[in-house]
Each structure stands twice: as C-alpha cells, then as structure tokens.
C-alpha cells in the first residue's frame, strides 16, 4: 500500500514538472486593468533663493524628468513639456488671533522640449527665458529644459515686515500630446503623466528684510 502511494506521488509529481517546465510565467487572466513597470518620478534639487533688485527671487532644476517610454516618444519627434506651479504664501494672524495662509502668488510656468528628426536638432523653448535654444545633444537640450532660473516669486511692494512667507512647488510633465488625437486611440499612454512630490520651502527672514531695505 505505501509502495502504491509513493509511486502515485511520483508519478504526480512528474505530471506537474511536465505541465508547468522550468522558467515558465504564470498570468493572472482575471486583471481587469493593465500595469506598468513602475519609475523613479522626476524630483526638485538645487533651491537658491535670493534677494536682489527689491525682489525676491528663485531657482531650481528638475531631475529625472523623463523615463524610457517618453524619452523615446520625444526622439520619435513627439514634443513634451515641462511644468513647475509655483504658490506663494503668507501667514497672517486674524482678529481671533488664528494664523492662517493667504495666496499671494500661483502661477505655472512651462518649457517645452521638441526633436527634429530630420534636421537631427533639439528646440527648447522657456517661459523663464527670453529666446529659444537650439542643440544636437539630448544631454544638453534635456538641462536647458529643466532649469528654471530667476522667477520672481515677491516684488518689494509685496513684501511686509514680521510676516511668514512659504513657496510651495511642484513639477510635472504634461499629457502625451500626439497628432491627429490619437492619444484617445492610444488612451494608455496617460499613464506616462509623471508628477513631483510637493515642496514646501520657508523663505528667509533675512532675505524679507535685505528686499524691504532696497
């Protein structure tokens, strides 16, 4: 009797090898939706804020702003852009001596990155920059693209004595755009939006009092 049973055991288990070999996948064909591989998203880095010119002013890059697919989507000669929002806060203390925020600036600027098969050459154009810069090197156009320099976030006028300023900001990488609409063919490539995190940056008393003083 034991002999049988292990025989059947045996047997059993060289059915299961031969049915499901060595490096076989298996699929979940109950997914009502479709995944993709996930990816770093794009970030903020080198912050500089100044005070110069009785204003308050701000820098910053994009890192990582592009993964593999739109990357090849722009070198196939489908242009992509590059938004930072940017808020402006200020904190104020009410009659009922509640501090609360009150918007002073939101605004959204915008560069746009576009390839030229033909001519084989970048174009990048900035809302933060006055003129179009034209290159051969992906590495480079993709820097032009995600620097975003010198953006006033306080004018003096703005500006008051013993008040909190915060500047909130975030990037994100517009929608595919393709020709003809054929995003709504292609209605998986929405899933390529890439967003930044929020940050939230206390602006320096010190700068405040150096743009009040001018």
């Known amino acids: 009797m034991i002999k049988k049973l292990c025989l059947f055991l045996l047997l059993l288990t060289l059915a299961v090898q031969t ?11 109950d997914k009502k939706q479709i995944e993709f591989a996930a990816d770093h998203p794009p970030y903020l880095e080198d912050f500089v804020i100044s005070s110069e010119k009785n204003r308050i002013s701000f820098s910053l890059r994009v890192a990582n ?41 939101d605004i959204t600027y915008t560069h746009k990155i576009k390839y030229d098969n033909l001519k084989k050459l970048f174009t990048v154009g900035r809302t ?24 006033t976030l306080l004018q003096g006028n703005q500006l008051e004595r013993d008040r909190d300023y915060q500047v909130e900001v975030r990037t994100e990488i517009r929608k595919v755009r393709l020709p003809f609409h054929l995003e709504y063919l292609f209605f998986f ?26």
């Open 65 to 105: 702003p592009f993964d593999h697919e739109i990357k090849s989507l722009l070198l196939n000669g489908v242009s992509q852009k590059i938004s930072l929002s940017i808020k402006v806060k200020v904190s104020r203390i009410n009659l009922f001596l509640v501090k609360f925020n009150r918007k002073v600036k």
């Open 19 to 29: 049915a499901l070999p060595l490096g076989s996948k298996l699929h979940a064909a």
């Open 189 to 214: 490539l929405s899933a390529w939006d890439r967003k930044s995190n929020n940050y939230t940056i206390d602006i320096p008393e010190r700068l405040i009092n150096e743009a009040l003083k001018r």
């Open 128 to 151: 933060t920059g006055t003129r179009t810069i034209e290159t051969t090197s992906y590495k480079e156009a993709v820097q032009m693209a995600t620097k975003f320099e010198d953006i």
